[in-house]
C-alpha cells in the first residue's frame, strides 16, 4: 500500500535522511558500520540517532559484542513502524515534488 505523502522537516535533514533510507529496508545496523557508511562521527551520529529516538522514529539496543570476550557492548538502531511510515511518506512526498517540477517544464 502506497504511502501518503508528507513532508517531514525533522527527517530531511541529510543525514537524518541518508540513515532512515539504509535503516528501512533492513531489521537493524550496528553503530560502526553506520558511521562508515554515513562517513561521519560517532558524535555526529549519536547526535542523529539521538533525535530520531525522541521522535519516535527509532530506538537502540546493546548487545554483546560477539569479537571480544569483555563485557563490551555494541549499539544496534533500527527504525520504528512509525519512523517507517514518516520515511515512506516523505519519500512519497518527494517523488510528488519531483513530478510536478517535471510537469511544469
Known sequence: M????????AIHAP??????????????????????????????LSKTVR????????????????EHDDRRRRTRVALTDAGRR????HLAALQQLALEAGAEQ
Do not use: W
Open 15 to 44: 543525514t537524518r535522511l541518508r540513515l532512515c533510507a539504509m535503516l528501512r529496508p533492513i531489521d537493524f545496523a550496528e553503530f560502526p558500520g553506520l558511521m562508515e557508511m554515513l562517513g561521519i562521527s560517532e558524535a555526529n
Open 2 to 9: 502506497p504511502s501518503e505523502p508528507r513532508f517531514d522537516e
Open 51 to 66: 533525535r530520531l529516538v525522541e521522535l519516535g522514529y527509532a530506538t537502540t539496543s546493546k548487545h554483546a559484542s560477539p
Open 86 to 89: 514518516a520515511f515512506d511518506g
